[in-house]
C-alpha cells in the first residue's frame, strides 16, 4: 500500500506554468492510469482484489510525464467469486494474514480524493482513466464504485483512453510488454501482473505515444483556433487560461 507525496494536490506550487496547457491538451479531461488486479474477468461478481492509479503531469514545455502512484490493496467484497485461475496469474493470496487490505470502498475513496485534488491543480473538470485494454479497468472500477456506492467518482463513466489501441496504431504491438519494448523502454516480466507496475508501465507508454504525437496535436490545435474553436493561439496558453469547449 503507497501514500501519494504530501504536495500532490491543487496547492502544489509546481503545477500552475503547465495547468491551462494539460486543461487544454485533452479538452479539460486528466488523465489518469488505472490498473486492477481482480478475482476473475466479470466485473459485477468478481472480487477487486488490487487498484493502481498513476497520475499524469506536464512539464512546462507541453511533454507528458509519468507523476506519483497511489495503489492498495482491496479486501474481497461479501460474497465475491475468486476464480483460481486468475489467482494462479497474479499471485494474489486474497486472505494472506500479512496483506494490507483496505475495504473497497476505502480504497476507492482515498484512490478518488488524490485523483480529483490533481484534477483541480490541474485546471480539469473531471478525470478520464487510461488502460491498457482500458474497458477492463473502467468495467470493474465502476462495478466497485456501484457496489459501495461512492457518490464523488471524479472519473467520466464511460469514455477512457486505451493503451492497447494507442499502442497498435503507434508502435504496431497491442501487448503491454511488447509494445514496452519496441518504444524503448525496459520491461520486467518478473514483475507483471502487479496492479502498480503495469499502471506505471502504461502510463510510460501513454506518455511516450502522446509525446510522440505532439507536432500532429499542434498542427490540430492551429486548426481549431482557425476555426474559432479555442480562443487562444498553441503558443499562448501556457501563461493563461484557455477556453475549454465542453
Request: proline share 7%; charged share 20%; hydrophobic share 45%.
Amino acid at each position: 500500500m503507497s501514500e501519494p507525496p504530501a504536495a500532490l494536490g491543487a496547492s502544489s506550487p509546481d503545477l500552475a506554468p503547465t495547468a491551462a496547457l494539460m486543461a487544454r491538451r485533452f479538452r479539460g479531461f486528466l488523465p489518469v492510469v488505472i490498473d486492477v488486479e481482480t478475482g476473475g474477468f466479470r466485473a459485477a461478481t468478481d472480487a477487486l482484489l488490487e487498484i493502481a492509479a498513476v497520475l499524469i503531469d506536464m512539464a512546462p514545455s507541453g511533454a507528458l510525464t509519468r507523476g506519483a502512484t497511489v495503489s492498495y490493496h482491496v479486501q474481497p467484497f461479501a460474497g465475491a467469486r475468486l476464480d483460481p485461475a486468475a489467482l494462479g496469474v497474479n499471485g494474489i493470496d486474497p486472505f494472506h494474514p500479512l496483506r494490507p487490505a483496505l475495504p473497497e470502498r476505502d480504497a476507492l475513496l482515498r484512490i478518488f480524493r488524490e485523483v480529483r485534488h490533481a484534477a483541480r491543480a490541474y485546471e480539469c473538470r473531471r478525470a478520464i482513466l487510461v488502460g491498457h485494454n482500458a474497458s477492463f479497468d473502467l468495467g470493474f472500477l465502476n462495478a466497485a464504485v456501484e457496489r459501495t456506492e461512492v457518490k464523488r467518482n471524479p472519473f467520466h463513466p464511460f469514455s477512457c483512453f486505451d493503451t492497447a489501441t494507442l499502442a497498435g496504431a503507434a508502435l504496431g504491438q497491442t501487448v503491454l510488454a511488447k509494445a514496452v519494448t519496441v518504444a524503448g523502454m525496459p520491461w520486467d516480466a518478473s514483475s507483471a501482473h502487479s496492479a502498480v507496475y503495469d499502471a506505471e508501465r502504461t502510463a510510460d507508454l501513454f506518455c511516450h505515444i502522446c509525446n510522440a504525437m505532439r507536432e500532429s496535436y499542434a498542427q490540430a490545435e492551429r486548426r481549431a483556433c482557425a476555426l474559432g474553436w479555442l480562443r487562444t493561439a498553441p503558443s499562448e496558453s501556457a501563461g493563461e487560461d484557455a477556453e475549454i469547449d465542453s
